[in-house]
């Protein structure tokens, strides 16, 4: 296996207007109560809404850069600032699962021993392994078959 690892495929996830209006919307709420609360409120109220502001900037910017690549050494998911690897040995089945259930959220989830990147409800990538403390990496790509294909290639090629 080739210690140094190198880009094979990469891609964004893909987000539904949906959630792009209703993310944006939050932030336009939230920065309008804060420019409201300078000219009104004490200085304490000003710090405490910018820090809320702030977070909720760095939680929509990261949501909007998932990315997954594959790369010469396995797979990656990446929700800045979080990284998840697989190395291709590690694989043991990789699969399309259907539609994400509406209650899993959005973002990076875990449920017990599965780690989800969410951007979507559709279809997604479904990565098994056997060993680790997550046994299951669920990754909503843009076109989930073609993917597999890719990262089928990736483990045939490199491995």
């Keep these: 296996m080739p210690t140094n690892k190198t880009t094979v495929y990469e891609e964004k996830a893909p987000h539904s207007n ?22 009104t409120k004490p200085e304490q109220a000003e710090f405490n809404l910018l820090l809320v502001v702030s977070i909720s900037v760095l939680v929509t910017w990261s949501f909007f ?12 998911a990446a929700m800045p600032p979080f990284k998840y690897r697989i190395l291709f ?5 990789v699969k399309t699962i259907e539609d994400i259930p509406w ?8 449920w017990g021993r599965r780690l989800a990147f969410i951007s979507m409800r559709k279809s997604a990538v479904l990565i098994e392994k056997d060993k680790g403390f997550f046994r299951k990496l669920i990754l909503t790509t843009q076109n989930p078959d073609d993917f597999i294909k890719k990262l089928k290639e990736g483990m045939n090629t490199f491995q």
């Design 65 to 76: 850069n998932i990315k997954f690549r594959i790369t010469t050494n396995g797979v990656e």
């Design 103 to 110: 209650y899993a959220g959005w973002g990076m989830r875990i």
């Design 89 to 93: 040995s590690e694989i043991k089945e």
């Design 18 to 39: 949906t959630i792009k209006l209703v993310m944006m919307s939050g932030l336009f709420a939230l920065a309008f109560v804060y420019f409201i609360a300078v000219f």
